[in-house]
């Protein structure tokens, strides 16, 4: 189906753009051998064998999900078990930028290149992107690379990649409802396509409104009903975004006793109703200064929650530090750090009870396993975000049934149920608080073929010419 060593004719090095109305194709034309396209001979590796990348396509599904990128990888491999070998990622966040990244810049690398050389890949851009200072975008691109790669090697070895990982460790994955609604990170109501204002900068989340699913709002005004629904779903844990509106409405450089009691009356609400049925979490996301950090930490442990996360923003490892010495429950951080040099320096200056970490933004499954196998060798658990797409979920999924570290993966319902149906041809189920290991070859779904239209939003192409 693919030569096991790659000839002369596959050739690569001008490139020339065709500006099209909603696409930009970037085509790769013949000027020199495919082996010769490596940086030095340590690199002809990754161009000596097949399968071969043949395209990078992105978009931006922004009637679905604001903020999203969706990759596809393309390949010469044909079909297995009647599907075209495709890779499959994602990230989140200034995905103009990312697509900048990998159609202007990755491709180079990546088309024409061996496919199943994952490491090389991920090792050879790694370096060059950090040797000038980049995390941002370069290492979301990375990421969403990475999925893909590992995706198409699940695909060519009729494998779910948390085999190729080396589980199972588990025979589920134990998830926990994050508190957002059908409208959390989206821009428009995807069923309609009717326009709705977008929701506010990523990470600040809305109030939500009275409505189905619309768990961001429960949380806030009926948080008992909302926790005896969600323990009927199957769910043993929540998480919520209790203190959003405090800062919202009064900043995060201090909380005052009516600000404290605002935001702890949902967890006394679920105590109340629920008893510790429900276990409890709180997402701060990153929005206080150290007293006030504090204060919210210690007004929180009467309702024993399992976690208190990203109260404080994780910009100095020592004041992490201080803040947990600070208060008696345990720490989550963070999403928001993305080098393993971050997780390192928090894990040594034992800031951190839980590691939270998001494949998506961190370098893809290839990092996220080293990251979380660095924790454990400190005895801290791992746990997986999700809100920001379906394929963020699914590398999750297949991370935590191979690492025994993680114990737990972050999840929204409302997304389950609303928001991914439409960008994914599968749909995931919560039972009795977990989810089943992916069955399917590769990362276990496969984009909507529809989103990959050549007049969606921000829709771009590469390709490798002959």
Known sequence: MYPTARSNHFQLACRVYIRMPTQIHLLYGPAMSNVDRASGPTQQH???NGPIITAIETVMPSHVMSGLLALRLHTDAGTVDGEPVIGHGETYYIPEAVAAVLHDWMAQRLLGADATAIESHWRFLYE??????????ELRALSAIDLALW???GQLCKQPVWKLLGGPVRDAVPVYNSCGGPFYGVRSDANTRSQ???AGWPGHGDAGRPGPLEDN??????PGDLAEELLADGFKAMKLWAFDSVYRESGGLRVSKADLERGVAPFRAIRERVGDKMDVMLDGHGFFALPAAIDIGRAMN????LWLEDVLRPDSVSAMADFRRAVETPIAVSEMLVTREQYRQVLEARAADYVMIDPTWVGGISETRRIAELAQLYNIPTLMHDCTGPFTLMAGLNIAAATPGVTYQECVRAHIATVYPLLIDDTLKVTNGHIALPTRAGLGVRWRENLFSPDASGYRISRLED
């Open 46 to 48: 990754a161009y000596r």
């Open 128 to 137: 060059r992107m950090t040797a000038f200072g980049g995390v941002g975008a």
């Open 151 to 153: 995706d198409i090697l």
């Open 196 to 198: 709705r204002p977008a």
């Open 217 to 222: 709002w429960s949380s806030m005004n009926a």
């Open 302 to 305: 009467e309702f024993r929650p």
